[in-house]
């Protein structure tokens, strides 16, 4: 990502440099608009339209037929007065430090892109362009994270305080730095490539968006090989009842699955979960350990939920939307540096300017953070889609609400979600409501309530 010159050898091409109407003769007007303006908000306006009408016409807006009788969501039908209790006690004590948490980052975000604070500081670094680029995106990371470590912290005190979490605080850190580490590996990747991009091509906006995409794309195919054996061990499930019976599930089930994956989750915590990540040859299926002491039938509900999940692709498929999606953040991103007042008031003439490290950073949080409550409402789909799978798969609808229940009391989840917390963070149904699309899928099959 060099310049071939050696450093600082292709001079920016600051916008600038580039209006439409007088670059063909090389004269140079500062302040005036960036080019293809126009080209890069059609793009958007196509790619946007397209993302929101493949996210529109492909999410499973309604799990079950429409002839199936509606139960609705009680979480005292099921749940002790001590335990609804205790859900909403954790609920209490975890909630403050998470908002915090999001606030900082969004207020960063602002300062940021908002305030030529940024800009400002990131002015001091010396040195050849990319390297500014990466003491720029080191320099933000550092700062935010020391302001988020001790929430994590109080975080992890709470965690700790509800036996949620087992690991002891050099444990917690290594994981937070590995995490950090990653995600700065990233941005940094990121970041350098819109600045050169920005430094080299005028309308850097498509060579963007086509990177954007298939970082987007690689990060997701390579995340179980590349990232998840950074945090955890992971072995095939051991012979015996279980992963015959869970093998020749998935072979009732048609989807093909060599083996079943354990995580020695339980170093880090108590809860129980399961995942599938990857896709092609990196697919895969994983429980946790944890979840291994529960009982046979109910693991076996927890896998046929994951092969729902494999079924319809719902990795490779999320892997593409949000693709499209980064592709249309890159589209965003030259739009939105490009206007006068984001220059004026971040204090960054264009993204060719190694300053701009801190404007993207935030553009890009921003961006992230807006686009998480429209994430979470099409998973919330998905994920009824794999339940109502999992019932199809097993038709077994009393040990589908045992092992809810399970999942509940064991990872404290939180029984009845406030529409700002339900919003902001539930990837899935609440448990109350898995529980009664059981109910529902029961009657519609005329099984027995469980
Ligand atoms: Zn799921």
Redesign the pocket.
């Given at each position: 990502m060099t310049s071939p010159h050696g450093p600082d050898a292709s001079r920016p091409r600051d916008h600038d440099d580039a209006d439409p109407a007088t670059a063909g003769n090389g004269a140079t007007a500062p302040g005036t608009a960036a080019p293809g303006l126009r080209a890069a908000g059609w793009a958007l306006a196509v790619l946007g339209a397209a993302t929101l009408a493949i996210t529109a016409f492909t999410t499973p807006w309604r799990a079950l037929p429409e002839q199936a009788p509606p139960v609705a969501p009680d979480a005292a039908r099921d749940f002790t007065a001590e335990q609804l209790a205790r859900s909403a006690a954790f609920d209490a004590v975890v909630g403050p430090p998470a908002y915090l948490s999001l606030g900082l980052t969004l207020v960063t975000a602002g300062v940021l892109a908002a305030t030529p604070l940024g800009a400002r500081l990131l002015g001091r670094l010396k040195g050849p362009w990319w390297l500014r680029v990466l003491l720029g995106v080191l320099a933000v990371t550092v700062a935010v994270e020391l302001l988020r470590w001790p929430l994590g912290m109080w975080q992890e005190t709470h965690l700790r305080d509800y036996g949620l979490s087992v690991q002891t605080w050099p444990a917690w850190a290594a994981d937070r730095v590995k995490g950090i580490g990653i995600r700065t590996g990233l941005t940094a990747v990121m970041v350098l490539a819109v600045v050169a991009l920005a430094r080299r091509v005028q309308r850097w906006w498509l060579p963007a968006a086509l990177g954007a995409f298939t970082l987007t794309v690689a990060a997701s195919f390579a995340y179980p090989v590349l990232v998840e054996p950074v945090f955890n061990d992971f072995r095939p499930m051991a012979a015996g009842q279980l992963r015959d019976d869970l093998l020749a599930m998935a072979a009732r089930d048609g989807v093909p699955v060599e083996d079943v994956l354990v995580a020695d989750a339980s170093r880090r915590t108590t809860a129980l979960n399961a995942?599938?990540s990857g896709f092609g040859a990196t697919r895969r299926i994983v429980v946790y350990d944890t979840l291994l002491r529960a009982p046979a039938d109910e693991v076996e509900l927890v896998v046929a939920?994951?092969l729902?999940?494999a079924e319809s692709g719902?990795v490779l498929y999320g892997t593409l939307v949000g693709g499209l999606g980064a592709a249309c953040g890159a589209c965003l991103l030259y739009l939105v540096s490009s206007a006068r007042t984001v220059r004026r008031r971040s204090g960054v003439p264009s993204l060719a300017d190694p300053r701009a490290a801190g404007l993207i950073m935030g553009l890009v949080s921003l961006a992230t953070g807006l686009s998480g409550p429209v994430q979470n409402l099409v998973s919330r789909q998905?994920?009824a889609r794999?339940?109502v799978h999992a019932l199809d798969l097993t038709r077994d609808p009393a040990t589908f609400a045992a092992m809810q229940k399970r999942l509940a009391i064991s990872n404290i989840s939180d029984l009845s979600p406030d529409i700002v917390e339900y919003v902001l963070y539930a990837s899935?149904p609440s448990i109350p409501e898995r529980i009664a699309l059981a109910r529902s899928w029961a009657a519609l099959n005329g099984l027995p309530e469980p």
């Open positions: 995942y599938v939920h994951e729902g999940h719902d998905v994920e794999a339940d899935h």
